[in-house]
């Protein structure tokens, strides 16, 4: 894969985030527990069950703000690796940006030592539903700047 293969998926995937407006979301106050933890070097974990509003819940949070997108759940990213690729990619797509919201990283390998990098300099919110995020190996892997926040879904 190349960097405008990437970036074409990378669009795809920000016009599929966007359209999520038109979805009629329906706008709520952020739960207040939430917000203290937005910010580096902390990591934001938003884990639940598979269609429960994570994503959503995601994009709530960085409305509005500079941020970076990606969905490793895409089929298209199989065997994806090159994480300074997609570093460069997000530049050249979204400019200078705060965030990185980051879906279901677990399909990728290395995820966890990229997060770890980019955490240093953004804020990071990941979401997934897979055991391997549920399970102690997430808060190894980002001992002492890992935040997991079991959320009542409200969207």
């Known amino acids: 894969m190349n960097i405008e293969e990437l970036k074409r998926i990378l669009g795809d995937q920000k016009e599929y985030l966007h359209s999520l407006e038109k979805e009629k979301i329906i706008e709520r106050e952020l739960p207040f527990k939430v917000t203290p933890y937005i910010s ?15 994503s959503t ?5 960085v409305k509005g703000k500079k941020f970076a997108y990606v969905d490793f759940s895409d089929d ?25 919201l980051i879906d279901e990283p677990q399909y990728v390998k290395c995820w966890k030592l ?13 979401t997934g539903s897979s055991s391997g995020l549920l399970s102690g190996e997430l808060s ?3 001992t002492g700047r890992h935040v997991l926040d079991s959320l009542p879904l409200f969207i």
Not at 57 to 61: I, K, R, T
């Open 40 to 54: 580096k070097p902390n990591v934001l974990s938003i884990l639940g069950v598979r269609r429960s509003g994570k």
């Open 57 to 61: 819940l995601g994009y709530l949070l």
């Open 76 to 100: 298209r990213l199989v065997n994806f690796n090159d994480f300074d690729m997609l570093t460069r990619a997000f530049y050249e797509m979204y400019g200078d940006f705060n965030y990185v």
């Open 114 to 126: 990229f997060v770890n990098r980019l955490r240093k300099d953004k804020v990071v919110i990941i």
């Open 140 to 142: 190894t892997a980002l």
